[in-house]
């Protein structure tokens, strides 16, 4: 079947089998490798994207379920050599370390900072609780969102395609 | 703002030691990193493995015919097929064999039957469905206190005259001497201690791409490894490949922590088949096949025995430990260590002596033994002497602090040879311990618990101190396959003065690419941003063993600051030449040198450098090029330890823990880089959590997995986890060049108990001396009722 | 990674036409809404259906309304909407409460009340929300559509009253003046499975309790309201003495067994416990004295 959505601001337009994943769509079709899998429940987390600008478990959602939607993916957040507060705030606080999980948890935080520019602690920690870190303990990485929601006022980010004005 | 303008505290960007952003971040935080996954060949097949559903039955047979004649399928091989090759079995890091694919009998649930080789992932899977396997059922040994009953089935019947289940016998200590102690002492307390078989589940599972060029008959393999130089070797002895034919390269790892350390038998399925077809083979494990069927860590059945005077100065600890080492003999460590360093069960404590008796035994259960961040069975060792020594506090009716302080090792006793033969290098543990109770607010928190008990509330402080042997190792002592535990270093200054490292070691995350250019910064005064580090490809770097057991640090760290200091002491020369004054009177300042007493006199490194490759003589003796290699044997292990105070909450109506503070202070000599260490013992306490509260692979008695998938193997979120408070002091190691003595596993070591002894703490009202992990709020509810079962 | 067998997808736009759909493919296609208990079973190939019907694009399911003294719930609407959904926390904070501790925030972005009630866990938990509050599901067909209880809805573990050719739509709420509900539940780790969960909801006449019921996860093969407890709670005054008595019933009233979350008699007492703790605040967020 043929399946056509926008992945990071780009319509694609591609065949594939109706049972194909939407994390095997976007790194073995689509030749992003930035988002990973890591397990097959929905439980790690690893391969969240965004779809119309929501972290969604792409492990756990067809290729054609998406179909006609937004996904955004860790390749769309830098923008015209911008990067993303996030992915500056990561990097900043040492919010990562193999650098697995990354993607999905930069992602989930883009998605909270855009409802909640000044989340608390215990809702950052509430907010990926979703995804598991086996490297840093978690509190880099909410020191990291924090970096991101304290630096990023200056700066328009996160419409959903992932495009910064 | 800028999106790179740094943080206040980043603004040191040091020219060696100190707070620095990791080079490694700027690809990884773009989704850029190349994990073995990414990687697509033109032509790439796909490898898909049938496992046993039996954890011990006899294989009748296998029909594969069905799976063959699917239209993407390019190859079904079985065991047969693979033992007509001589390839049936391999070689364990533990001189055991392991089967590749089963051909008599599976011996574990999940064990590799016969693999698929399909165009595509999905069509692999799906032919792994139409291969018929007809399995006579033969009774599992799954209770590792049963494995050496006379009428227990015999697992490895594959090996010439096995006629039980037993592995190893290992002793270490007096066993006299600790008896005459034991016998005589005021106090003796006594406690089975179990440490649960757990798994390191990488976030990224184990695989590899295997590409084997058929004219030259030249292998690469892309391979979550943390160990690749090890891993050719036994690529060479196992498939008789020449070692020159082969290249391994670990590309980014999503986590190792043990896990990527064995060889298992997707990585040697990967490569036969691509020497059979001719096309490059992809290997990746699912979730489940991770946690089912790779290296485990712990399993290990603990009688621990403590005894004291009744002041409570401790005179001796004794264990006798039964260890599960699975169907197949496969813990990684060095050959004279079976049992890894457990040896270290002595901790931190100034003992007059200590025995330890150890059997191991083959059950049906998958193979491992060695990983999760264990330092080589050190969690082990120092989970049993912090309970044990928290037993002993109760019996004393002492507090726990005070009774560790009361039996520290002294500074001046270092370096201090333990009862048990193992030196441990340096140490100052009291302030240490100081510090930990004085971030925590030690006695604040104990009144706090003592109004908590008056009015029935659950409070619990759990302390742990943790001593850890690391940086394997001499080479005297210590190899794995006859390969010694030493480690090379290549250093290369260019003409412009940018430098290349390469490394033996492999990151999987603990930030290499940043640590190493820091140490040779230090050396040799090139900012680090100028010093490029190449490591886990065999055929771009020198030899040595891995990744594993904290020993990057330690032994390759080590490496690294002294092939600098050679090209340093050469560039002296050079720079005598330059200056034209002898070597004697040149000083160094950090990446020049000067004429002493005349600091305006004097060239960089960066001089030096094109000096060196530039035109005009050099001194006599001189060659051209600034670069040196070296390979470190290291002469000690080096002994990082420190201090932890975990604060828990239980909930008295549903049994619930949270952890409500967790304080670590680490002593890992001389700091490289104080924010990837504060990384490297942040992940390591969340480990301690989950192991001592969730994290379980457990078995039903048929042998069946219960720790499947994430679903059943939990794992703590950012929910469990408090936000860690750490310190430190610094102690270096007296032997190693910097002295630095290695983080890596300290908090995964080192958090376990003090978790432990904090929920067993809050059980005080209810008379609870002991409890097992994983302290579920099942397991937790049944122990205030009485009722404590072990876990296995 | 683990990839479902071979399946054809179809996409409904409307209620109409998912449910023609399904009456045309018969007893080998099945409804996906959030997939997130669907897909994983088709990944362990435990579900191999031959089609798959998207549902997501029937705008019409998704709904939170009042309407006719009934909160009306349509079955696609999310779990994060029912999590901040402002008419529900107002009458029904035991919506809430369930919905802070399902699953984790992105699953709660794509499971549905329809996926989870269709899924039929007994571990589930909007399950037992909807068994607290006497809720019935909209089922139609190309025939019509009838409305069952939750108690007619479970018909056993993974197993419910919606037939091949139908589908739940709507889940219907009564709603009462003077009531409180609220929701406690014990995992072991966040996004567990329900050790055991326990809801309560209390209406009230005057300073009696005019209707109370409980509801249960993960202590049986359905979860289960009790009728005891029910019994129990009608014309009482609330009292810590009712709220032991109550939670005495409910754990005499199932039936869990020993697995990897707990032994049976853990959740026996959870089952006490919970009970207690939901009555009890229940009975406070009706008396006003808590949001």
Known sequence: MQVDMTVNGQEVSEEIEPRHLLVHFIRDQLGLTGTHWGCDTSNCGTCVVLIDGEPVKSCTTLAAMAGGHDVQTVEGMEVDGELDPVQEGFMQCHGLQCGFCTPGMMLTARALLNNDPNPTEEVIREAISGQICRCTGYSTIVRSIQWAAAHESAVTVGTSNGSAS | ?792 | ?291
């Open chain 3, 1 to 291: 990674m683990q990839v479902p067998a071979p399946f054809e997808y179809e996409r409904a736009n409307n209620v109409a036409e998912a449910i023609a759909l399904r009456e045309r493919l018969g007893p080998e296609a099945r409804f996906i809404a959030g997939g997130h208990s669907l897909l994983p079973m088709m990944k362990l190939r435990l579900a191999n259906p031959e089609y798959l019907i998207d549902i997501n694009d029937c705008e019409e399911l998704f709904y939170i309304s009042e309407d006719g003294g009934e909160i009306r719930i349509g079955a696609m609407t999310r779990h994060r909407e029912l999590l901040e959904s402002e008419l529900l926390a107002e009458h029904f904070p035991i919506f809430r409460d369930a919905e802070e501790v399902i699953a984790d925030p992105v699953v709660r972005n794509r499971g549905t009340l329809g996926g989870s009630l269709c899924q039929a866990d007994p571990s589930e938990d909007l399950s037992a929300v909807c068994t607290t509050l006497d809720a019935s599901c909209v089922i139609k067909s190309t025939s019509g559509e009838r409305v069952v209880s939750m108690h007619d809805f479970h018909v056993g573990p993974y197993e419910t009253a919606v037939g091949d050719a139908e589908m739940l739509t709507e889940i219907r709420i009564p709603l009462k003046a003077n009531g409180g509900s609220a929701y406690e539940k014990v995992e072991r780790r966040a996004g567990d499975w329900a050790v055991v969960s326990s809801g309560a909801a209390v209406w009230f006449d005057g300073d009696t309790i005019a209707e109370g019921r409980v509801g249960l996860a993960a202590v049986g093969p359905n979860t289960t309201s009790i009728d005891p407890v029910s019994e129990a709670l009608r014309g009482a005054t609330p009292s810590e003495d009712l709220y032991q008595q109550v939670g005495e019933i409910a754990a005499a009233n199932c039936s869990p067994q020993d697995d990897q979350r707990g032994s049976a008699a853990y959740k026996t007492h959870l089952a006490m416990e919970l009970t207690k703790r939901a009555l009890r605040r229940a009975v406070a967020r009706a008396n006003g004295q808590e949001a």
């Open chain 2, 1 to 792: 703002m800028t999106a790179t303008e740094p943080q206040a505290e980043t603004d040191e960007r040091p020219i060696g030691f100190g707070r620095l952003l990791r080079k490694e971040d700027p690809r990884l935080i773009r989704g850029m990193g190349n994990f073995v996954d990414d990687i697509q060949l033109p032509g790439m097949l796909h490898l898909a493995i049938l496992r046993s559903p039996m954890a011990h039955a006899r294989i009748v047979s296998i029909d594969k015919s069905a799976a063959e004649a699917h239209p993407k399928v390019v190859a079904v091989i079985t065991g047969e097929d693979l033992a007509a090759q001589g390839l049936a079995w391999m070689p364990t890091l533990s001189n055991d064999v392991q089967a590749v694919l089963a051909t008599d009998k599976v011996r574990f649930q999940h064990q590799e039957v016969a693999f698929v080789v399909a165009e595509d992932r999905y069509s692999a899977r799906d032919a792994l469905e139409l291969i018929i396997v007809d399995y006579e059922w033969i009774d599992p040994v799954i209770d590792v206190r049963k494995a050496m009953d006379a009428d227990t089935p015999v697992i490895r019947d594959d090996l010439d005259d096995k006629t039980d289940n037993h592995i190893f016998d290992w002793e270490t200590g007096d066993a006299a001497e600790t008896e005459a102690i034991f016998a005589s002492a005021d106090v003796v307390v006594s406690e089975e201690i179990i440490y649960p078989r757990v798994h390191p589940a990488p976030m990224e599972t184990c695989g590899c791409v295997a590409d084997v060029e058929r004219v030259s008959g030249q292998l690469t393999l892309w391979s979550t490894t943390q160990a690749p130089h090890a891993h050719r070797t036994v690529y060479a002895l196992v498939a008789g490949l020449p070692e020159h034919k082969i290249r391994v390269i670990a590309p980014d790892i999503g986590g190792g922590f043990g896990n990527k350390v064995p060889i298992y038998p997707g990585y040697v399925c990967a490569i036969v088949a691509s020497l059979v077809i001719g096309k490059p083979v992809k290997w990746m494990e699912d979730r489940t096949e991770n946690l089912v069927s790779t290296g485990f860590a712990r399993d290990y059945v603990m009688q621990g025995e403590i005894a004291a005077t009744k002041e409570g100065k401790i005179l001796a600890v004794r264990t006798n430990v039964l260890a599960d080492h699975g169907a197949f003999n496969g813990v990684a460590a060095p050959v004279k260590y079976p049992a890894g360093f457990f040896g270290v069960f002595t901790g931190s404590y100034d003992l007059e002596a200590a025995y330890c008796k150890m059997q191991a035994v083959y059950t049906n259960k998958a193979p491992g033994g060695v990983a999760y961040a264990c330092s080589f069975r050190i969690t082990e060792a120092v989970y049993l002497v912090e309970r044990i020594v928290d037993c002993l506090a109760y019996e004393l009716d002492m507090d726990p602090a005070e009774l560790r302080l009361k039996n520290f090792i002294q500074p001046d006793q270092f370096p201090y040879e333990t009862k048990t033969g193992w030196v441990y290098d340096s140490g100052d543990y009291e302030p240490a311990m100081r510090k930990a109770m004085e971030m925590a607010g030690y006695d604040e928190l104990r009144r706090e618990q003592a109004e908590k008990r008056e009015k029935g509330e659950l409070m619990g402080i759990g302390l742990a101190f943790f001593t850890e042997a690391v940086g394997a190792g001499p080479r005297k002592d210590m190899d794995i396959l006859g390969l010694g535990m030493a480690d090379g270093c290549e250093l290369r200054i260019h003409p412009t003065g940018k430098a290349v490292v390469r490394l033996s070691v492999k990151t999987q995350g603990q930030g290499h690419e940043t640590t190493f250019a820091q140490i040779v910064a230090e050396e040799i005064g090139i900012p680090p941003e100028d010093i490029e580090v190449i490591h886990g490809d065999t055929d771009n770097t020198p030899f040595g063993l891995g990744t594993y057991g904290s020993r990057s640090t330690p032994v390759s760290g080590a490496a690294a600051a002294l092939v600098t200091r050679k090209v340093r002491d050469k560039a002296q020369i050079i720079a005598s030449g330059m200056l034209e004054v002898s070597v004697a009177d040149l000083e160094w300042n950090k990446g020049s040198f000067s004429v002493k007493g005349d600091p305006e006199k004097s060239v960089t490194i960066q001089d030096i450098a094109m000096k060196a490759h530039g035109a005009g003589d050099l001194p006599d003796g001189i060659e051209g090029g600034l670069e040196a290699q070296i390979c470190y044997n290291p002469e000690n292990l080096t002994y990082p330890f420190g201090a932890y105070i975990c604060v828990v909450d239980i909930d008295p109506g549903t049994a619930v823990v949270k952890v409500r503070r967790f304080i670590a202070v680490d002593d890992c000599g001389t700091q490289i880089n104080p924010m990837i260490i504060e990384g490297q013992v942040h992940g390591g306490l969340a480990d301690g959590v989950g192991m001592a509260m969730m994290e379980m692979i457990s078995f039903d008695e048929d042998g069946n997995c219960l720790g499947g998938s994430l679903m059943d193997y939990l794992i703590p979120t950012a929910l469990e986890t408090p936000d860690w408070e750490t310190g430190h002091t610094v102690t270096p190691s007296p032997h190693h060049p910097i002295g630095a003595k290695g983080i890596g596993e300290s908090a995964t070591v080192g958090s376990p108990p003090a978790v432990v002894n904090a929920i067993v703490d809050a059980l005080k009202p209810y008379g609870i001396r002991h409890a097992d992990m994983p302290l579920t709020p099942s397991r937790v509810w049944e122990t205030m009722q009485g009722n404590h079962t072990p876990p296995i």
